[in-house]
């Protein structure tokens, strides 16, 4: 079975090479408080941000939790907003 490359191992990987292949293995270790902290800053950040684009923008022209294909992106117009490949990673 083919192993899926999530959001997570490639931040891992960029982050230390080593990291993101022991979690492309299916590997887990221990989350340090520092780790944990900065992934809560960044989903707050994002969230923020989301917000900002959702008020900044008539409702109808974005569209959230959007499964992105090549479909989707070559019908333009909307601005997409929390999309997703639809494989697990974000």
Do not use: F
């Amino acid at each position: 079975m083919a192993t899926k490359i999530t959001w997570d191992i490639i931040e891992a990987h960029l982050n230390c090479k080593y990291k993101g292949h022991l979690k492309l293995a299916g590997q887990q270790g221990i989350v340090s408080d520092y780790e944990l902290l900065l992934t809560n800053s960044r989903r707050a950040v994002r969230r923020r941000a989301i917000d900002k684009i959702i008020a900044l923008h008539p409702k109808e022209e974005v569209e959230q939790d959007v499964v992105l294909t090549p479909a989707v992106l070559k019908e333009g117009g909307s601005l997409p907003c929390q999309c997703h490949t639809g494989n697990g990673g974000h």
